[in-house]
């Protein structure tokens, strides 16, 4: 049987699990379908994925083979933007990329989702079915982070060759500095955001404004380009995160705001479609299907998120099911009117149909 993975994207071409391991160096035969299950051949102390009963179970995928596992990961993710309507056919979205596995499985997802709407849209008649548009944005945080030049250097080259990469419909990509929200001379402008980041004294806040200053950054990206949605790359790892953190700091009354799949708060609104996702699954998927991460932008987080993040890690380790039980008892705070989009005139359904009888 074919692992089924679509093999878009960079370096995907591998369905990660152990089919075709020892079956013709990894290349598919899907018109073999009464080949002999690759059970044969695994040895007496390997275990079956309890959902295709065919190949060799991953660690710490909670005995799923690969490509089962990613197959869950992706119906999470397309359940959460079905469920919540998070994107419809006419959106154009924008995805905020920061190198990270969570983002980069958001690219990845979204362009497998869009890719399908493509192919339907043109197998359609009238070929009138709308296909959402995708952009991706990186925020360049080298004038506040001490990241050597030449890593940026080759970190934005993966960059361009991650998002080019891609099969069509073509995604542009938006690299911005983040001094410029400040100005469009960038060397005025990291004077500005340096000047504003030297008023803040502790740690803890310098981070928090410049995560804000990061969306601001993001919203006029999105604004400029004519995006209509924002999505972000986090996960219930991350908001389990900044649920403790939001406590700590005493910000409870906002965090039902901050926790939701919609945050209609923004000129341009923001999603979460990985809201159902954990850090350590998303890492998992990124290491099997190669998809290559920019690591080396990784900025160590400081102050209290540090410690939330750390104390987090602790309890995830005692007891994996930590971060959903504070994702979930968070949920039962009550979301303000702003959590959900305002309702648009035509739907995915209607649209085509409506302008196929204006044709007719
Ligand atoms: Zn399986």
């Not at 049987?1 to 899907?30: F, P, Q, R, V, W």
């Not at 890492?283 to 987090?312: E, Q, W, Y």
């Not at 009550?334 to 359904?349: A, G, M, S, V, Y």
Request: overall charge neutral.
């Amino acid at each position: 049987m074919a692992c089924g993975l679509t093999g878009t994207g960079t370096g995907t071409g591998t369905c990660g699990s152990s089919c075709y391991k020892d079956n013709n160096d990894g290349i598919e035969d899907s018109t073999n379908t009464f080949s002999p299950p690759s059970s044969t051949t695994l040895l007496p102390h390997m275990k079956l994925c309890y959902k295709c009963k065919e190949e060799e179970v991953i660690n710490s995928t909670g005995g799923l083979c690969g490509i089962c596992f990613r197959n869950s990961l992706f119906a999470k993710f397309k359940q959460s933007i079905t469920t919540h309507d998070l994107i419809s056919s006419t959106d154009n979205i924008l995805i905020a990329f920061s190198g990270g596995p969570s983002s980069r499985v958001v690219l990845e997802f979204v362009h497998e989702i869009q890719q399908k709407a493509q192919k339907n849209s043109d197998a359609s008649r009238d070929k009138l079915y709308p296909v959402f548009g995708v952009g991706v944005a990186f925020i360049d945080e080298s004038a506040v982070t001490s990241i050597a030049s030449d890593d940026l250097d080759n970190a934005m080259q993966d960059l361009r060759l991650i998002v080019s990469s891609l099969a069509l419909p073509t995604k542009e990509l938006h690299i911005v500095p983040i001094q410029s929200i400040f100005s469009t001379d960038l060397k005025d402008g990291r004077n500005k955001l340096n000047e504003l980041l030297d008023t803040v004294n502790d740690v803890t806040g310098k981070e928090d404004l410049l995560c804000h200053l990061r969306m601001l950054c993001l919203q006029k990206i999105a604004f400029e380009n004519k995006y209509n949605k924002l999505v972000l790359g986090s996960c219930t790892s991350r908001i389990a995160c900044h649920v403790l953190s939001a406590a700590v700091k005493g910000q409870g009354y906002s965090l039902p705001a901050d926790i939701q799949y919609i945050d209609a708060r923004w000129k341009t609104p923001v999603v979460l479609p990985l809201r159902d996702c954990l850090a350590q699954e998303l890492n998992l998927l990124c290491r099997l299907n190669s998809l290559k991460t920019l690591d080396v932008l990784d900025a160590p987080r400081s102050g209290i998120n540090d410690l939330v993040s750390k104390f987090l890690t602790t309890l995830q380790e005692e007891n994996p099911a930590r971060e959903r039980t504070i994702v979930r008892t968070a949920e039962k705070l009550i979301p303000f009117h702003f959590n959900r989009l305002k309702e648009t005139k035509d739907t995915d359904e209607t649209l085509p149909r409506r302008r196929r009888r204006k044709q007719a």
